[in-house]
Every structure is written in C-alpha cells, then in structure tokens.
C-alpha cells in the first residue's frame, strides 16, 4: 500500500512521522510544494490550484491513498482534490475535530490555525457537525518563529501568550467553556509542550498530526503490521533547504529529495 | 514614459509610494506576484523563474522602464531579467547601496535583509564594488511581523533588539566600524522608526524604496515634472487581501487591481 503525503512544505513531516511510527510497514510518498509555500495566507482558488496539481502528481508516482497534511489545503481544497483524483483522500482537519468530538466533555472546542485556514471556518464547520461548538484563531506569527527555530525562545512564549490570551477572551466572549485545542497547522506540534504550559490543566492538547496517522492506519487496517517500509520525498524548491529544515519536523534525516516543477507539469510539459 | 514596478507581493508599493512623490508625471504598472510570495527563502532558479515571467508580463503592459523593487528578486534574478526583455532594468540592491556609498564615512556598511538576499551575498558583492566593506544579516521573522501589523509592538521592538545586537556583534568580531545600515527589504521602512531609536545616533538608516524612487526620477529625468500620471496594479493571488494589505504599504487605498494568473501566462494560454 502506497500512502501519499501533501503539504504546502515541511510541516506535513509531523504528519508522516506519526505515520512511520503508526504504520512502519506502509510505503510513503511525501510532496512539499516549498516553490509556492505558504499557502496560509492565500486565496482559495489559488490554493485549490495548487493542492489539486500536487494531488495529481502524488497518484501518478502511484499512490493509492492521500493524507491531505497541510490544514490550509484541508480547508480550502478537499472537496477540489476529492473531485480531481479517483483515490480516497483523507484531510486533517476532519481527523483533528473527530479527535477532539471524541475527548471533549464540555463540547466546546478551541482551534489554532493559519489566517486562511481561520477565515475558511472550516474547522467551525466540521465541529458543527460532531455537536461541537467552536473558538477559532489565527496565529500568522507561529510558523515564522518554528521556521527560524525558536522554539524554546522568549519571545515565542511571548506571541504564544498573546494569541492565547486574546482565544481564551473570545470564548469568554462567546459565553463558551472550552476544554480541548486543536493544533490545527502543522507546525504548531513544535510548540507542544510550550502551548500545554500555558493553557490550564484540564485543557486536552490535540495534535492533527497524530490523530490523522491513527486515522489513516486505522482505516487501512495497518495497525500493528510489522515491515519495513519506504519514503520517496519530492519538492517542488530547493531540495538541500528540504533536507535542511525537513529533517527537523521528521525527526531524523532526509536524503534523496527530488525536485519536481508543478507548473510544468500542469501543462503536460514534464521535465 | 510608463514605468514597471515589480514585486513578489505588497512591500514593492513603499517604492512605488516613493516614485509617486518624486515622479508624480510618469504613468505607473504595478505587479505583486502574491500567489507565489514570499520569495524571501527560495531558491535561485525559483525566484528566477517567477521573477522572469513577471518582468516580461509589466512588459507586455507596456512598461518602457523596469524598477525591480523586491530585494530577493533583485539579489537572485537582476541578470535573469536583464536577459529577458529589452527595457532598462533597475534594481533596489544597486540604488540603496549607491546611496550607503554616498553617505558612508567609515566605507563600513551595514544590511539586514531575507534570508535569500543575505544567503545571496548581492548586497556584500554591490558594496564591494563601491569600495564599502559589509556586514550582512538575515531577519525573517520581521515581514511576519509587519503583515501581522505589529509595527508598535514589545515583540517586535524585542525581535528588533535581538536581531540588531546580533549584527552589533557580527561587525565588532569582523573588525568593521559601521556608520550606516541600509534596509534591504521593502517591509521594514514600516518599522524605520523603531530602527533608527534602537541603533546609535551616528548610524545613518537607508531606505532602498526611497532611494531607488530618487534614482529613477533622476536617470529617467522626471524630477519637477508635473502632472498627473496614472497607476495600474496587477496581483497574482487574491485582489480583496492586495487592496486591503496593499494600502498600509502604499498609505493611500488601492482600487482597480486585476488578477493575473503568471503560471498560464508563461506557456501563452492567456486569459
């Protein structure tokens, strides 16, 4: 079985570390569309183009399934990649709120995400139909600082606590009692352990990213198969800065990156 | 006379801000290639690539002079474009450190810029020429910060502090004695202000926009023209979030901008 792995860049790696760990025996086909990264920002036709031609170059390296790892996509662009390849797709959005519908007691639920992920409501959506109610925030500052490697820095605990404050005064606002939050983008994993310190106790933490690999092995019954399986990686930048920053959202080092020009593939054109 | 101005996204408007000041006579094509932004921290053949089919596109509108006003684009791609199309083409690299040329005394310089601009050494090439030694320095976490509009803000004033000891540092280990600091990205004249009280009073802050905006007016002889020229804006992604964005850069609302989509323009299936 042959998994194939989508994100705008290198925050989709949580996502197929979990897999690895879930499903070692499983093969990976991981793409980071780093060329035209980051998509958080953008419009939902652009980002629709954008994963739609990243979905297709996944099945013609032969995957049999999608995990759609980047949020911004998830929200903006599942129904458009669904709609472009024959393969089922699975986004996280659906698997971090499924997560979320099945620890939180009070039904209210907080997401972090990305500026376009927030305006999209799609997490909004998704709780809707789990009978969650929803707090949603964006966080445009958090990948910048994981992306320039501050993690354990002052001044991430600083914007972390902003953010934070100004989600707990919303829910506040909207009379809400929250008891999960949702990591709704896949770089905020980084800040884990500094985001748990910073909301009370009886608040759950979820990560997309592992409540997806639970998903997808669940579904495709890879669940304790032993084996040893294989990941290809394609971007569509800079295969060394690829190698360079990808290997701190995996986990371990990554050789063997192939660059790949979507554009060009777009109109048949393929190098 | 029409003159082009490019940029990967809003920051290239602080020029055309400037030259609208300087040259109010000269009719003005705008284009910010925001589907494909930032450029900041990619590759050489990316930028390239993007930064050609922009060039050629203002063309095609009928610029007869180029100003490339995006520091990475100027850094990575200035020959690219000059190979491209048959206008004069001018970079923001060349004019701000023409002017840290003029003013520096110590000839010891000063850059804070992307993480591809520093990574290119476009800036330390352009002062060597001049006879000027250079320190350079990437910051990228300070365009974030900027579209976030934390302009007066304690995390930015802490990430400017951080950032600016860090190039203190770099100087003093290089021997240099640096009287002027020129600001290699198009975002931080928004935060020149917030610059100029953390950096001692003898240095003397650049601003590339306006002196590049200083240059054209004076090469292309447009100074004391009089007038009322025109302005067109083109974007690539979203033109609500350019019009909404692109004013804070501009300092004056935007309307009338046009989508343009550079990826089918570049194999001729244009719209």
């Given at each position: 079985m042959k998994i194939g792995v989508f994100d705008?860049?290198?925050?989709?790696l949580t996502v197929l570390r979990a897999l690895l760990e879930k499903a070692p025996a499983a093969d990976y086909v991981y793409l980071g569309d780093t060329a035209r990264l980051?998509?958080?920002?953008?419009?939902r036709e652009t980002v629709a183009r954008y994963a739609v031609s990243s979905a297709k170059f996944l099945v013609e390296q032969g995957a049999e399934f999608l995990t759609i790892a980047c949020n911004t996509a998830s929200a903006l662009a599942l129904d458009a990649i669904r709609g472009a390849v024959t393969v089922p797709v699975l986004g996280v959005i659906e698997t971090g709120v499924g997560c979320a519908a099945g620890v939180s007691e009070t039904r209210d639920v907080m997401v972090v995400a990305t500026s376009a992920t927030v305006e999209s409501h799609a997490y909004a959506a998704a709780c809707t139909v789990h009978g969650l109610r929803a707090i949603e925030k964006a966080c445009p500052l958090l990948v910048p600082l994981v992306e320039e490697g501050w993690i354990e820095h002052p001044v991430t605990a600083e914007v972390l606590r902003i953010y934070l404050t100004e989600l707990k005064e919303q829910a506040r606002i909207a009379g809400l009692d929250p008891d999960t939050l949702v990591?709704?983008?896949?770089?905020?994993p980084l800040l884990r352990k500094q985001i748990e310190e910073m909301v009370p106790r009886t608040v759950r933490v979820i990560d997309s990213a592992e409540a997806t690999a639970e998903r997808v092995a669940g579904t495709l019954e890879l669940e304790g198969m032993t084996g040893k399986g294989t990941a290809q990686f394609f971007a569509t930048d800079s295969v060394k800065k690829f190698r360079a920053l990808g290997g701190r959202f995996l986990g371990r080092e990554i050789d063997g990156v192939e660059l790949v020009d979507l554009e060009k593939e777009r109109t048949g054109n393929r190098k």
């Open positions: 705008s860049g290198f925050g989709g980051p998509y958080g920002a953008k419009s990591l709704g983008c896949t770089h905020y």
